[in-house]
């Protein structure tokens, strides 16, 4: 079974400040989502990361994946109030001859960027 | 908008009745999947159809759920004989190949 663990699960911070949040998993997976929501909203897909050492960077925010560790962060550069949102990462469990489509999530990390 | 569609959003029923939801992806997507969140929680993965053929069930999907993909387009999510643990944001994506599911609006269901 596949389990997906974020660390923190809710971070308040300061604009302008950097901080990671981490998300391991259990067993092999090929590839990790990020995904963010807004209150009441649904997910909004940010980085799909598919193989070891991949890094991808969108604006203040950038996502890495090491498979060897089953670890993937997501990195806040210079934190602006509209980062504000709760960050699931998600993993997909393999097994032999493929992939299972259904994603694992992580419960989520709570994020509040304080002016 | 070329995003997945939900229907309803909101849906309050007694407990006992059946509900139906309906969700309708991207259109040239071939993969659905029908996640459902409860409040506090990230996704938990029920369902998932390419095209037409409904491909994995999770073990959260008992037998009083059930989806269909029936032209490998649109696709329902039934719940009969709801209970008042079944309530909880249900969730349709959808994909092309590999390349990262979208998620639409979600259906929240009330169970009074």
């Known amino acids: 079974e596949l389990k997906v663990e974020q660390n923190p699960l809710f971070l308040s911070m300061q604009e302008g400040k950097n901080y990671t949040i981490y998300c391991n998993y259990s067993t092999t997976s090929d590839r990790l989502y990020w995904y963010r929501q807004d209150p009441g909203k649904s997910l909004e897909s940010l980085f799909v990361l598919l193989s070891n050492g991949a890094v991808k960077q969108e604006g203040r925010l950038m996502a890495s994946l090491d498979t060897k560790a089953r670890l993937s962060t997501l990195h806040i550069t210079a934190a602006v109030h509209d980062l504000s949102a709760t960050y699931f990462c998600?993993?997909?469990?393999?097994?032999?001859?493929?992939?299972?489509?259904?994603?694992?999530f992580g419960k989520g990390t709570h994020l509040i960027i304080q002016p | 908008d070329t995003g997945v569609s939900q229907d309803p959003r909101h849906k309050i029923t007694k407990r006992g009745q059946n509900v139906t939801f309906r969700c309708d992806p991207i259109?040239?997507?071939?993969?659905l999947y029908w996640y459902r969140q409860t409040l506090g929680q990230g996704p938990e993965f029920l369902t998932y159809f390419q095209n037409e053929a409904q491909l994995e069930k999770s073990r959260l999907l008992s037998d009083r759920f059930s989806a269909e993909r029936p032209k490998g387009s649109f696709s329902t999510l039934e719940i009969q004989r709801t209970e008042q643990g079944d309530s909880a944001m249900y969730l349709c994506a959808s994909s092309l190949v590999e390349n990262g599911q979208y998620f639409g609006p979600g259906t929240r269901l009330t169970v009074t």
């Open positions: 998600a993993a997909r469990l393999m097994y032999s001859g493929g992939g299972a489509d259904g994603l694992t």
């Open positions: 259109s040239e997507h071939n993969r």
